[in-house]
């Protein structure tokens, strides 16, 4: 099969596809052919820090090949959806029973992509955040696969006013037409000095730098959700004098640790997109052998929803 993989941390350029041998499903695992993975910001990450290299890979979606000892609920032939902790940009990729959900009938292997793990985290964020109807939420990185989710299920639960803020220009761009059309409010950019009026509460993907601003964005008593693999630092200070608060939200503890809410989510999430509620949307799809040019989308920031590989 083929496989992609790097040998030294660096950008987008070494990343490479080799042969490699198809994997055996060990014990409560599936071994799936792998029909689309998606491309994660944390992977794209990874890749540049000075460490090991990792096994590449987050999401995928396929056909059932064959199961390992223990396996129960699924069977050669099913259609199915889940998060593997890597190892997924390959044609064949083997997922924990566990992490696996079906892929229901009308759907493609694209779809359930650009909605399971995405959805997933934009769900656990905004569920973390505790939203109550009619409060006015902003969600940063809201052009990207988790965050055009996340403003979409913040107005599902009862948001007053859906604030996107992206980077780039403002007024006019693509971003901001995109992200209006699918029901924000408002769209900011980090570089602005304000970034309108104060919200109850921010999903964070980005960190780092942007921590401060979005701090500063929460109204008294608001609520920040970190859930970004880009660290950062807040001051207590200014969390104190307006009794804000930050909270932690990471999906893998979750998925390991709760699979009852794990699951609840799954199938809340696919109901939505059934009615037509929740449009997960796919801004390009890439062959294998071009792990690369998709990598560059996700630094660039330029994507408008999910970006996928296709084996």
């Known amino acids: 099969m083929r496989s992609v993989r790097y040998e ?41 820090e000075p460490r ?10 396929g056909e059932v090949v064959s199961i390992g000892d223990g396996v129960g609920g699924f069977a050669p032939g099913d259609r199915v ?11 064949f990729a083997l997922l924990h029973a566990t992490m696996a959900s079906p892929v229901p009938d009308g759907a493609s ?14 769900y656990g964020a905004l569920d973390a ?23 979409q299920l913040a107005k599902l639960r009862g948001a007053s006013r859906v604030v996107g803020a ?21 769209v900011v950019t980090y570089d602005e000095e304000a970034w309108g009026a104060p919200v109850d509460y921010v999903l964070d993907a980005v960190g780092g730098e942007l921590l401060t601003p979005a701090v500063r964005a929460l109204a008294p008593h608001g609520r920040l959700v970190a859930y970004s693999s880009g660290g950062g630092t807040v001051q207590a200070y200014d969390l104190l004098v307006g009794a804000k608060s930050v909270i932690g939200f990471q999906m893998a503890l ?11 989510w799954r199938r809340e999430l696919w109901r939505l997109f059934a009615a037509g509620a929740l449009r997960p949307a796919v801004h390009a799809e890439f062959a294998l052998e071009d792990s690369a040019k998709a990598h560059a989308v996700i630094e ?10 296709i084996p």
């Open 254 to 264: 979750v998925a390991r640790g709760r699979p009852e809410v794990y699951e609840t």
């Open 52 to 61: 090991e290299p990792i096994a590449l890979g987050g999401e995928i979606a």
């Open 81 to 91: 959806t889940g998060l593997c902790f890597g190892h997924g940009y390959a044609e």
């Open 8 to 48: 030294h941390s660096g950008g987008p350029e070494v990343l490479f596809a080799e042969d490699a041998p198809v994997p055996a499903p060990g014990p409560g695992e599936l071994l799936v052919r792998v029909e689309a993975a998606g491309v994660t910001l944390p992977v794209v990450r990874k890749v540049r």
């Open 166 to 186: 992206v980077s780039g220009n403002r007024a006019g761009s693509t971003k901001a037409d995109f992200l209006r059309s699918l029901g924000a409010d408002e």
């Open 109 to 122: 292997a694209v779809d359930a992509v650009a909605l399971v793990r995405s959805g997933l985290v934009a």
């Open 300 to 309: 660039e920031r330029s994507n408008l929803g999910k970006v996928v590989l």
């Open 129 to 151: 955040a505790r939203p109550a109807q009619g409060e006015a939420a902003l969600v940063t990185a809201a052009a990207s696969g988790v965050g055009h989710l996340a403003l």
